[in-house]
């Protein structure tokens, strides 16, 4: 059973390591926080701690200036749940982004993350619309 102390730490631990790599851009503080066999997941791809810390450096260079609002960060256990929308630097769009990271030991074990750009948001919803005279679920 979870306790609340866990939570708390678990949540900090996710907080720190996102503040510091939006307010320096310094990957390498976010590495530290990364388990040695850390996976990240997305709906397009899994990528290994080598791999994704090297898409964050490359993203880092043209998301500079990016603006971060976190709307709400849910924790359970090991799983911390963070909810933020993002807006991109000159005058790109603004996206909305849930990510869940699993921590263990102390470190983030793993991340799933969901990109979703918010002008967007309506039209990915069309699959949700049932078809005219469609019953119920």
Same mark, same amino acid.
């Given at each position: !059973?979870?306790? /609340?102390? !866990?939570?708390?730490?678990? +949540?900090?631990?996710? *907080? ?5 790599? %939006?307010?320096?851009?310094? =990957?390498?503080?976010?590495? &530290?926080?990364? &388990?040695?066999?850390? #996976? ?15 898409? =964050?450096?490359?993203?880092? =260079? ?8 976190? *709307?709400? #960060? ?12 993002? *807006? ?5 769009? /603004? ?12 470190? %983030?074990? /793993?991340?799933?993350? %969901? ?6 948001? +309506? ?5 949700? /619309? *049932? ?7």
């Amino acid at each position: !059973m979870p306790t /609340e102390d !866990m939570t708390t730490d678990n +949540t900090s631990i996710v *907080r720190q390591a996102l503040a510091a790599l %939006i307010a320096t851009g310094d =990957v390498d503080a976010l590495a &530290s926080s990364l &388990s040695d066999d850390f #996976v990240h997941h997305r709906p397009d791809a899994t990528r290994t701690k080598a791999d994704w810390l090297a898409d =964050v450096r490359a993203a880092l =260079v043209p998301l500079a200036g990016m603006q971060v609002e976190i *709307r709400h #960060v849910l924790a359970n256990g090991d799983h911390v749940v963070m909810h933020s929308r993002r *807006r991109l630097p000159a005058a790109g769009p /603004e996206i909305a982004v849930v990510d869940i990271w699993r921590l263990d030991d102390g470190l %983030i074990a /793993e991340a799933w993350e %969901i990109i979703e750009p918010v002008a967007e948001a +309506t039209a990915h919803l069309t699959w949700w /619309e *049932r078809p005219s005279g469609a019953a119920g679920f």
